[in-house]
Antibody, heavy 117, light 108 residues
């Protein structure tokens, strides 16, 4: 069964870079037609797609985050990652990694990242 | 870019009752719509895709309908585990992949 697990610091200072890794098990990033993406959810609010990557090629990003977000993938180690630079308190959220093509069918449990000095 | 809206924001329903949630797209998205359920402290769970196809393990009391710009999710005979927040999401002309703001189904 496919499992995704987010990892990374739970606290980031304003203006610094948020870095998260998603570890995929029970399936291979390099096979199939799926995208591997990041979705975030500020406390008490809704879901916002951040960006997604295929196992090769260029990632797609939410236009509102494209200047700050970078998603990379390593099929060899079955990981993909998110970097979000110049964070502010508005970037405080639960960050989920997920598998999708059209719809998102597998999600990680999420990791709360707080931006605070 | 399509914008998704959902109504109502909060829906109060008695256990055993029927809930009908609405999702509207700002442009025609055909049948490119999915629904998710999210319980407190949990990640979203795929319920329905392609408007009306239930994901694996989703009970038959969840029914999706609609096309174009107007969509509904109906939960018949609400069980205690159904009280949650529900999001719609379109996948027409992605990227981006866009979620609606959500509807909370609470106990009346």
């Amino acid at each position: 069964q496919l499992q995704l697990q987010e990892s990374g610091p739970g606290l980031v200072k304003p203006s610094e870079t948020l870095s998260l890794i998603c570890t995929v098990s029970g399936g291979s990033i390099g096979s199939g037609r799926y995208y591997w993406g990041w979705v975030r959810q500020p406390p008490g609010k809704g879901l916002e797609w951040i960006g997604s990557t295929y196992h090769s090629g260029s990632p797609y990003y939410n236009p509102s985050l494209t200047t700050r977000a970078t998603i990379s993938v390593d099929p060899a180690t079955n990981h993909f990652s998110l970097k979000l630079k110049f964070v502010t308190v508005a970037d405080t959220a639960i960050y989920y990694c997920a598998r999708h093509f059209d719809w998102f069918d597998s999600w990680g449990r999420g990791i709360l990242v707080t931006v605070s000095s | 870019e399509e914008v998704m809206t959902q109504s109502p924001v909060i829906l109060s329903v008695s256990p055993g009752g029927r809930a009908t949630l609405s999702c509207r797209a700002s442009q025609n998205i055909g049948s490119n719509l999915a629904w998710y359920q999210q319980k407190p402290g949990q990640s979203p769970r795929l319920l329905i895709y392609d408007v009306s196809t239930r994901a694996t393990g989703v009970p038959a009391r969840f029914t999706g309908r609609g096309s174009g710009t107007e969509f509904t999710l109906t939960i018949s005979s609400l069980q205690s585990e159904d009280f949650a927040v529900y999001y719609c999401q379109h996948y027409n002309n992605w990227p981006p992949w866009t979620f609606g703001p959500g509807t909370k189904v609470e106990v009346k």
